[in-house]
């Protein structure tokens, strides 16, 4: 038994010799942390002396989250997503701010893809999404059919099947062959 006894003390020693230095930093780290708080708390407090203030100094007065945000710093950001916005500004008309995204299909802008029967809506060059990076694709290997124009009007150009696997390595071994000669 005195064996075990002295096996299980010696044990014991080693974990607390290893374990002293881990439990030194986390009382480091809880001392730290009680000063984010209290740094923390005075942020709140002069979140709304600053928010009154800022706009003279030309200082963006913040709203929503602004106590952490300033505790934080203005350059950095925390973990994750960003708090949603409560409300997106409008854009007003006369400040002939451009807006972004695609156009609605009742302005005249968002038309369908140039693809006879693909009915998406057109993204870049008239063409939809897919269909567009078929197009790059086309002409990076210089296969664009000559029905497959710029800014095709919709459902006017006629899909093409490309081939996949050997019989695609040897149509573009054949057109490689093709441009070299």
Known sequence: MSVDKAFREMVRNEIESQLKPLRELVSRLEEGTADLDKLRSVAEQLAPLASAVGPLFGVAGGGGGGGAAAARGAGRR?????????????VAASSGGKKRGRKPATEGGARDCAIIGCGKPSR?????????????MLEKTNRRPSAWVDYAEPNSVEDLKLPRGRAAAKALAESNQKNAG
Do not use: I, M, N, S
Not at 124 to 136: E, F, M, P, V
């Open 124 to 136: 870049t060059k008239g063409y939809c999404a897919a269909h567009y990076q078929k197009l790059r």
């Open 78 to 90: 925390g973990p994750g997503r960003p708090a949603r916005a409560a409300a997106p500004a409008p």
